[in-house]
């Protein structure tokens, strides 16, 4: 998976008029986890935050499986046992490739650094919690859509009948934060230029009940590469299960005219979903999910700031979309809180840790797509039968799923020592086992 911006760095901000120590309201627009989550932190330190929510939201949404790292913002939130009512307890993740059998991930591999689980959400209802958590907290909700226009010097202007709804004074400037998701709002608006990766897939994802279980664990991620190409989850929700295939949208094409006809078809025809979906009936509507492997050039302005998949969104391999739409917001508020308000400084620094998360998480789901992942655990499998399992190799073993757990899980992701030893591994630490394009998602 190549993007252009080879060196993952951030793109500076020169020459912008920003206003210092202000309080004037912040205004977010779009009422998804990046949105509720700002307006959350913000109104824990005294702001005054209005959200408008257009209720458009769909009752299926990607991003049902979390990462250990997000526990610590639902903790800072106070809404860690609201999320664990409407999700179930997630242990890890298992990978599935026809020649390499089956990797299996256990989040207690991290140690100490980050909660040993995670867990999978109904999303509706994991929304609704970060929404009324938001609202505790004194945010106001508007339930209609914010209208808005370019101003002069990169700003960004809510229409007269936006701002009287939310009661700003016309001698105000509020704080324009875009959280609108795919819709990216303010992005659209400033014709702000965009990256995209090379794979140009879609996904086909619905709820179904009767699924086999085959996971080591309840509540286990399962992903599979697929035989004919591309690759798929399993999510265990309450009650159901969510299965999504990921697909080129070449090879979808050829599956069937309708959505329901391309995952079902796949269903029907992988050798590694067919045995498990037999007996399985769906209970929602196929859900279709396009235009992601894209991210903004820069994600401010001076009055405005880009959050979660409206800054941009990498893949749905590994799940890191919901993280980042809450950790982004997390960096968000930290950065105005350190460097004094809506400054230079402090949006340079915002955008500059969120796009290196993005590069993180970019290097690391590159390994799974071309099959280095499978190859490096060949390899680590090969060395120690052939020392018998001696203690070196078991610690090799150990230290390498304890740095691909660690990134998977949100808490090494961007570690320079993870990131170099998995570059190392991959280019000194494969003798004699079959190259990664073997095992490479297409």
Not at 46 to 62: A, N
Request: charged share 25%.
């Amino acid at each position: 998976m190549k993007w252009r911006l080879r060196d993952c760095g951030g793109v500076g901000i020169v020459g912008m008029e920003v206003k210092r120590d202000s309080r004037d309201p912040i205004v977010v627009i779009g009422a998804g986890p990046a949105g509720c989550t700002f307006a959350a932190l913000r109104a824990l330190r005294g702001d005054q935050v209005v959200v408008f929510d257009d209720e458009k939201r769909p009752s299926m949404l990607v991003g049902e499986s979390l990462v250990p790292a997000v526990v610590p913002i639902f903790r800072r939130l106070g809404v860690e046992d609201a999320v664990a009512g409407v999700g179930t307890h997630k242990p890890g993740v298992s990978f599935e490739a026809a020649e390499e059998g089956v990797i299996h991930f256990n989040f207690k591999s991290v140690g100490k650094l980050l909660p040993n689980y995670s867990y999978n959400v109904d999303r509706p209802a994991f929304d609704d919690v970060l929404r009324r958590r938001a609202e505790e907290l004194g945010v106001r909700f508007i339930s209609k859509r914010a209208m808005v226009e370019a101003g002069d010097g990169d700003r960004m202007l809510l229409g007269a009948d936006s701002r009287d709804a939310a009661g700003i004074a016309e001698d105000a400037e509020p704080f324009v934060i875009d959280a609108t998701g795919r819709a990216r709002v303010v992005a659209r608006t400033l014709e702000i230029p965009t990256e995209r990766g090379e794979r140009n897939d879609v996904a086909y994802f619905a709820h179904f009940e009767n699924f086999e279980d085959v996971a080591v664990e309840p509540g286990q991620v399962i992903i599979t590469a697929l035989r004919d190409g591309g690759w798929s989850w399993r999510i265990p929700l309450p009650g159901k299960m969510s299965c999504g295939v990921v697909l080129s949208k070449a090879r979808a094409r050829e599956l069937g005219e309708t959505p329901e006809d391309r995952l079902m078809e796949v269903l029907r025809s992988d050798p590694h979903l067919e045995s498990v979906t037999r007996e399985a009936r769906r209970v929602s509507d196929v859900a279709v999910y396009t235009n992601y492997q894209l991210i903004a050039e820069r994600a401010s302005g001076a009055n405005w700031a880009l959050l979660g998949d409206a800054f941009g969104f990498v893949d749905p391999m590994l799940s890191p979309g919901l993280f980042m739409a809450l950790e982004s917001a997390q960096i968000l508020d930290t950065q105005l809180e350190a460097h004094g308000g809506r400054t230079a400084v402090a949006f340079e620094s915002y955008q500059a840790e969120v796009m290196d998360w993005h590069c993180g998480w970019k290097e690391l789901i590159a390994y799974f797509y071309d099959g280095s992942i499978f190859s490096l655990h060949a390899a680590g499998k090969q060395v120690t039968e052939i020392l018998n399992g001696g203690f070196i190799p078991k610690r090799i073993e150990a230290h390498m799923n304890y740095h691909i757990a660690s990134m998977a899980s949100g808490g090494r992701t961007r570690s320079r020592y993870s990131r170099g030893l998995l570059r190392f591994m991959r280019k000194h630490g494969m003798w004699n086992v079959p190259e990664p394009k073997v095992f490479a998602v297409r």
